[in-house]
Structure formats: structure tokens, C-alpha cells
């Protein structure tokens, strides 16, 4: 693991106890909303808000992140921290006036997304949108500063308390009230249901700016236009193309009420699609944790020397282990189903598609540095465009008749899309060695042993996983011996390297 590829392993490796971690702990409170909440509806509208909240977030943050980690590693750029003041002052001015106007006209606004009988509903979302924007420059901060524990013990304090006031008001709340209810009628209202989703998240994200003062005080506020006016010019192809993707990963949960008539057979199939759909997010989870590590990496590494054999190679890394994650999340699907109740099960059938789905974004994330090194990011706007037209298109067309299937199929579609334009157009201008024939050995690896596993006509579900454990084992092993050598591994490298040491010494004393 050379060419930085163990410091970039490690970062990835922290950054992803408070992603990966921390979401599979959000993605536990699925198996309590579908059986807390009265109906399947009900985890639709949480899916279909936040939905909306992940459009908006990029809507909000406007690839400043990317632009502020272009601007404050440039080796002109001599005021590190007039970069990040100007960041800030630009983020948090457009998400005042966002929470502003959207409280302003909040009624409308309600009414037009079919909320008009709970328009409180959508200010909570305004708010949350509002304040998690702006957290999102100084979690960039501490990115670029290095200081992924701090970053990680931020995340995973507010995915804590998010999980407790969650547990709180739907759980705890409900079991005082039927027993004592006027120890908290005062502020627990029964039946009020998936508000208190909502009532958690803006409880959660006012703590996270708490918590954020630190890298918000402690130097000069000071907006500098001439850097504001490139650093709006560098990001606003990346807004566009933020918007184009995340809308490819949203548009299914945004556009799927609007297909039927009947809104609330429409709102019980999201739910169905929601849920499942969160099986499969631990390839999300991976990608996540990958980029918050990954983008700092790139763009520091571009100073140096020999920096496409240092992306090559993290392009290569990246497929085995999103591959380990896909063949695990299948071979346990058995498993993992039971985080949901009966009625959702019909909709597992989209769990292998929308995670190959992700697989490629995760691949597209990995191509696309080329046109954010070479200042071209108007090309991941035009690739995003045109998959955001087939994501849409497909959905569409084939939403009302094949319901969440076509949605499925429609990210499939569409990253599958982006990542083959990114690959020829980036070869084209900034060409990298890619692996091309291990990524392929291990793609054909993958897909046999998920035949073999997914496919074997074994009933006994002990034996079953088994067989597929083993197959599992297979590939690990394979990737082990050909690309991974555990000496090389960030934190347990150093056992297995002190062995290699010993047996190295042993050599030489015979």
C-alpha cells in the first residue's frame, strides 16, 4: 500500500467510525419507525422529507466544500484562514436567508408538497436544512486540518443523542403516557407520531453548532470578494453537478408521490422502498467515509510527485472492499431482512440493484477527480445532467406501472452512465493508469461467488450461511494474498509486521 495509501486507509478508516458507525446506528432505528409508526405511510413521509433535506443540503452548501479545500491548499494562496472566513461568512448568510424566507412562506410551501395539515412539518425540515449547511464548512475545517477524531467524536455525539430523543418520544414517552400521563402531558402529545423525527433532528443539529464554536471563533472574520467571486466560479459547476447527482439519488423518494393519484397508496409503497432501501445503504456508508478522507487526499497529493499511481491505486482498493461489502450485505440478506417487519419484504427484491447502483457513484466519485484537478468541473456538471435526465426520464416512464422498481433501476441506470462518461472524457484529459484488469478479476470474482451463493438450492438457512460465509472467506482471501497484505493495514499492520520482523530475524540467526 503505497504512495500514501496507508495514511489515506487510516483517515478512511476513522472517518468511517462516525460514518459508517454512526449510520448503522440511524439505519438501526428503521427496525423501531416501521414498527412503532401506525402504518407504512407514515416511514413514507419520513423518507420522502428527507428526501428533500439531501437536495437542499447541496442546494445550501454550493460545492463551497470542495471549492474551500481547492482554494486553501493553492500555493498561492498565502491566508490558509481568509479562505475558510469567507467560506463561512458566503454559507451562513445564504442559509439565514433560506430559513428566513422558507419560514416566511411556509404555508404555501407546505400546502404545494402535500403537507397542509402538518405544516410544522416542513419548518422543522427548513430549520434542520438551515443549521446542518452550515456545519458543513467547519466539519471541512477539521477535515483539512486533520483532526479526524474530532471530527468523528462530533458525528457520533450527535447521532447519540438524535438515537435517544428518537427512542425517547416514540418509545419511552408512549410507555410513561399509558401509565402516568399527566407526569408529561405537558409537552408529549399521542399520535403525533413522525413528528418527533423531526423534533429530534432539530434538537440534534442546534447541538452540532454548539459544538462547532471552537472552529468558528479564534481568528478574523473577514469576506474577501475577489477570492468569493473564484471560489463561487470553481464551485458553481460543482453546485450543478451536486445537484444533478444527489438528485439522482433522491428523485425516486421526491417524485414517487406525485405518480399516483391515490397519495396514500403512494406514501405506504415509498415506505416500502424506503426501508429496504436502507439495507443496502452500508455501501453508502463505505462511499461516505471514503470521500470525507479521499477529497483533502487529492488535492494535498497533488503537489507532489507520482500522484496518478496514488490514484490508481486507491481506485483499486476501493472496488475490493465495496465489493467484500456487496457480497456480504447479499450473502446475510437472510439476516438482515428481519430489521424490518413482513410487510416491507417484497420490496428486498430492489437491495442488490440499488447497491450496485451505489457501487458505480462510488466509482464515479473516484474517476471524477480528474476534472476537479485540471479546474474543468464544468464536466461533472454535464455528466450529472445527463444522468439526472435518464434518473428522471426512467422513473417517469416506467415509475407508475413497475412502481419502486423502476426507481431502482433508474439509479442503476444512472450512475452505471456517469461513471462510463466520466472514464472516456477523463481519459481524454487528465489520462490515469487505472488497473483495469485486477478491477475486472474482481468483479468476475465477485459475480460468480454471488451466483454460488445466492443460487445454491440449499434450504437449511444455517447450512445456507455457512456455504455463503465460506465464499465470503474466499474472496477476502484472495484479496489478501494479491493486493492486500495485512503488514501494510492501517492499526493491525503492526502485529503482522513485528511477525514478518521475527521471521526475518529467525532467517538470519540460521
Known sequence: MAGGMKSLAKDTAIYGISSILGRFLNWLLVPMY?????????????TNLYGWTALLLVLLTYGMETGFFRFINKKEEKDPMQVYSTSLISVASTSLLFILAGLAFLTPVSRSLGYADHPEYIGMLIVIVGMDAFSALPFAYLRYRQRPLRFAFIKLLNIFLNIFLNVFFLVICPWIYSRFPDTISWFYHPGYGVGYVFIANVLTSALNLLLMLPELTGFRYRLNFPLLKKMLSYSFPILILGVAGIFNQTADKILFPFLFEDKEYAKEQLGIYGACFKIAVVMVMFIQAFRYAYEPFIFARNKGENNKRSYSEAMKYFIIFALFIFLGVMFYLDILKHLVTPD??????????VMFGELFFGIYFNLSLWYKLVDKTQWGAYFSLLGCAATVGIILVFGPRYGYMACAWASFACNLLMMLLSYFFGQRYYPIAYDMKSGLTYGLLAA?????GMYAP????????AWRTLLLLVFLFYAVRKDLPLNQ??????YFSKNKENQNREKINK
Open 34 to 46: 416501521v414498527r412503532v409508526l401506525d402504518t407504512t405511510g407514515d416511514y413514507g413521509v419520513v
Open 344 to 353: 416491507y419484504y417484497p420490496g428486498l427484491k430492489v437491495v442488490p440493484i
Open 448 to 452: 460468480v461467488l454471488y451466483i454460488g
Open 458 to 465: 440449499i434450504d437449511n438457512l444455517l447450512l445456507r450461511m
Open 489 to 494: 493495514m492501517p492499526y493491525i499492520g503492526r
